[in-house]
């Protein structure tokens, strides 16, 4: 099976800002979602952090890095990664289920920044869940690819497998 997983940083979409615009009392699908609050947000960026894989590239090409890696220690065949800012997609068959992908995903990525040392090794890096999209059909496979490397902005850290 191939899956399209995506994940974000933790912190990333605080309550209160445009891109988190749901809390406990905001999240029925339909409901209104919150207004813009900056004092809400200054508030939880306290809490949480930046939630940002910036400044610099540095980072980013640590967390794909590590993504390369897992995949090549389980013969997973990752066919395309990007780490933007704040948020990482990837395209990948595996044989097991999409949540341990995304959750060894997110484990070596950790290990990889923490040898960084450029924040507090117990920091809170990435955000509960994310997205285990399946990947039934080969147009659906190319389609994902396409959307992980050239509908997301200018390319920061990504990768194209050779063999699609």
Known sequence: MTYLITFACYGCHLHGSASGSVDSEHNVHGTPLLEEDSARVAAEEGTYGSGS?????????????????????RGWNLLAAHVRSNHVHTVAPAEVPPERVMNDFKAYASRRLNRLRHDEPDRKRWARHGSTRFLWKPEHVSAAIQYVLEEQGDALSAFESPVV
Not at 53 to 61: A, E, F, H, M, T
């Open 53 to 73: 894989l910036s400044p610099g590239s540095v980072r980013r090409d640590a967390v794909l890095e590590a993504i390369q890696e897992v995949c090549g220690r």
